[in-house]
């Protein structure tokens, strides 16, 4: 895998290192020595699978609140979206600031987003699935969540929003 440091501090596109033959390839998505190489947490407790029916279908910006914050690893599997990893650690460089990768099943890149950090993606096809590795157990009463169109942010998505749930459309503005 080769790590790829974003102009977020701590974020990082990972692309896979495909050996390739006469069958197709074999890589590596996940080695614990590796991403502890790159001091980047290699813990893994769980992992999810977000399918999307449609194109223009928003998830986020989400992400869960201490004590149990979580690092998320994300890869899309099916399709393609533009994956958007926004900084709220206060104490950081890039408090506020945001960046976007195109994730796609055909370029098989990943995104590691530490914690501190909200996610979210928008399809940008039909039939689009998405893979999470996580660093700590979703806790419902944890999750938390910012607007993905608040000003106080400015994310530029490359498309509308079709498909949306009420909780990610109505987060308040951030203070």
Same mark, same amino acid.
């Given at each position: 895998?080769?790590?790829?440091? !974003?102009?977020?501090? @701590? #974020?990082?596109?990972?692309?896979?290192? +495909?050996?390739?033959?006469?069958?197709?390839?074999?890589?590596? $998505?996940? $080695?614990?020595?590796?991403?502890?190489?790159?001091? %980047?947490? &290699?813990?893994?407790?769980? $992992?999810?699978?977000?399918?999307?029916?449609?194109? @223009? !279908? %928003?998830?986020? +910006?989400?992400?869960?609140?201490?004590?149990?914050?979580?690092?998320? #690893? #994300?890869?899309? !599997? &099916? @399709?393609? *979206?533009?994956?958007?990893?926004?900084?709220?650690?206060? &104490?950081?460089?890039?408090y506020k600031?945001?960046? /976007?990768? *195109?994730l796609t /099943?055909?370029?098989?890149? +990943?995104?590691?987003?530490?914690e501190g950090? /909200?996610?979210?993606? %928008?399809?940008?096809?039909? =039939? !689009?699935?998405?893979?999470?590795?996580?660093? =700590? $157990?979703?806790?419902?009463?944890?999750?938390? @969540?910012?607007?993905? =169109?608040?000003? /106080?942010?400015? *994310?530029?998505?490359?498309?509308?929003?079709?498909? *949306?749930?009420?909780?990610?459309?109505?987060?308040?503005?951030?203070?």
């Amino acid at each position: 895998m080769r790590f790829q440091e !974003t102009t977020l501090k @701590g #974020v990082f596109e990972i692309q896979l290192e +495909m050996k390739s033959d006469e069958r197709g390839f074999f890589a590596r $998505c996940w $080695c614990q020595k590796e991403f502890e190489s790159n001091n %980047l947490n &290699s813990r893994l407790v769980q $992992c999810n699978v977000s399918f999307n029916a449609k194109v @223009g !279908t %928003l998830r986020g +910006m989400h992400y869960q609140a201490e004590p149990h914050a979580e690092t998320k #690893v #994300v890869r899309c !599997t &099916s @399709g393609s *979206i533009y994956d958007v990893v926004l900084d709220l650690r206060p &104490s950081s460089p890039t408090y506020k600031h945001w960046i /976007a990768v *195109i994730l796609t /099943a055909r370029n098989r890149n +990943m995104v590691y987003v530490p914690e501190g950090c /909200a996610h979210g993606f %928008l399809t940008l096809g039909d =039939d !689009t699935e998405v893979f999470y590795q996580m660093s =700590d $157990c979703y806790r419902p009463e944890l999750a938390r @969540g910012v607007r993905w =169109d608040d000003p /106080a942010f400015a *994310i530029v998505w490359p498309g509308p929003v079709e498909v *949306i749930s009420d909780r990610d459309r109505t987060y308040p503005d951030f203070k």
